[in-house]
Every structure is written in C-alpha cells, then in structure tokens.
C-alpha cells in the first residue's frame, strides 16, 4: 500500500512529446516498461515514471477537476500495471473486513451498487477502479487508492445521495461525498461479483464455474490495451489463472427498471452478509 500511495504522487510541471522507447502507442497514450505519456487534445498531458510520480501539464482554462478525473482513471491504471499490481473495471466495498468487489462495463452500475451497500452498513473500498496486488499466492489483496463515490444524477437518486460538485462542468455526474469509505489498507478479496443487467426477470446471483472464470477475468481489465503490451499472452494468462484460483467468482443478473432496485440490493447485500 505504501508503495502504490508513494508512486501516485502527483506534481505539475514539463511534460515530454513522447517517450524513448514505447512497447506500444496510439495517437493519445504510450508506454514503455517502465513509463507512461498520456497526451489528451483537450490540453492536458500526464508522464508518469516508475520510482518518480506523474508530472502533468495542462492548457489554461484546464481545471483540477478534469485533472483528477484522468489521473484518478487511466493514469491511476497505468501505474498500476507497471508495478505489477492488477487493476479491474470495478467497484468495491467492505464487509467484515473482507472485499466485495462489482465488475461489468461502463454504465453496468457498479458505483451505484457500492454506494447503495454503503447504505447498509458497509463502506466503499474503489469506484470504477479496484486495485489488487497478485504477490500473495493463498490470497488476493485490495489495495483501497481511490475510494471517493461519483454518480450520475439518477443514481444519486437511487442511491439516496446527495449531489456534491460535478466531476465536470457540463455533466450530469457528480461526486457523492456523504458515501461512507474504508480505511486505505490492504484488505482480502473475498468475492468478485460481475453485474449483468436485463430488461425482464428476478435478481438472481449465479456461482460462475472454473471454465468460466478467465473469460469473466479478461473482461474485467482496466485499460488491457496497457496491460498486453508489457507482459505478452503468457503472463496474463498466469496472471487471470492466479486471481481464478484464488477469488471466488459469481454473475449477479439484475432487471433494469427502477423499482427493482432496492430488492436487488437487498439481494447481494444479504449474499455478502451469509459470506460472513
């Protein structure tokens, strides 16, 4: 934990057009084995390298709000990958000292999920990007870096929150700063939860199989684009295969509409609660 909080400093300044020697690159990011340049065109750059921060630069009228929101997503993933932890797509919260972790795609409602268990008793652990360290082969360990609630206008509604500043000027989501948080301490892994959500049907909460897992695993990377580059097929097969082992997996179906939300989240939360 000290080392990932050590290598998330962040510090405005000079920011280089591109690195020495990318493994892989596209017209807005490259990264290297040890570095990362993220250059967006609405005027702001991030460079971090491993053992000395990120350094960002940002056009005038660029503010802080949009400089944590991509440092806090994909430069958070970047540095996450090059020290060889393990980002997924996903929220978190605590129970019983133990991690419950959601994962599905944007719009999936994985930060709406997590602050509504926050609601009942439990606290938020990661929203929209859980960060696991993979060193420990009998367990996986969560690593709480950035833990502050953002949600959009209706979630905060069924969430029962309320509004703090917008992430952005101009978007309808925003920060929730009354969702309760865990402490920033390594922390077990002790279920991952991926949300599948349909039009008709009863919330149900399915075990996924062995054969199932790696699949369900790669759909969960942050950033994967990043990930592939630095380690090739093999380790990331390794890498899928140690979580797989080690973390017990379900599909968690809930319908669409509104008015099945509270009863969905009554559902996980007293599946958690049966975890112990």
């Known amino acids: 934990m000290a080392r990932l909080m050590s290598e998330m400093a ?4 000079e920011v280089p057009d ?3 020697a990318p493994l892989a690159a596209t017209p807005v990011h490259q990264i290297g084995a040890d570095a990362f340049l993220l250059s967006l065109p609405m ?3 991030f460079y971090y390298r491993r053992g000395a921060g ?3 630069r940002r056009w005038p009228g660029v503010g802080d709000d ?3 929101l991509f440092f ?4 958070l993933g970047a540095i996450a990958w090059l020290n060889g932890f393990v980002p997924l797509r996903a929220s978190a919260v605590l129970h019983g000292g133990k991690v ?3 994962a599905g795609p944007a719009g999936a409602g994985k930060s709406t999920l997590a602050a509504a268990l926050a609601r009942r008793g439990m606290a938020l652990c990661a929203d929209e990007v859980l960060i696991l360290d993979p060193g420990d082969p009998t367990r996986i360990v969560a690593l709480p870096a950035m833990d502050r609630a953002k949600l959009w206008g209706d979630a905060l509604a069924l969430a029962d929150y309320a509004a703090g500043p917008a992430i952005r000027p101009g978007i309808d989501k925003f920060h929730a700063p009354d969702v309760p948080v865990a402490p920033r301490t390594p922390l077990p892994l002790h279920r991952l939860y991926f949300l599948e959500n349909g039009a008709e049907g009863v919330p149900g909460i399915v075990a996924i199989p062995p054969s199932g897992m790696l699949e369900r695993l790669a759909s969960a990377w942050y950033r994967p684009q990043l990930f ?3 380690v090739g097929p093999d380790r990331a097969f390794e890498t899928a295969t140690r979580l797989a082992r080690a973390v017990p997996m379900a599909r968690f179906h809930r319908p669409l509409p509104p008015a099945t939300f509270s009863a969905a989240v009554d559902m996980v939360a007293a599946h958690i609660h049966a975890d112990g």
């Open 54 to 56: 990120t350094v960002f």
């Open 10 to 13: 962040l510090r405005e300044g």
């Open 100 to 102: 419950h972790a959601f």
């Open 43 to 45: 005027g702001l750059a």
């Open 18 to 20: 591109r690195l020495d």
């Open 72 to 75: 806090e997503g994909t430069v």
């Open 66 to 68: 949009a400089v944590a």
């Open 228 to 230: 592939y580059p630095l």
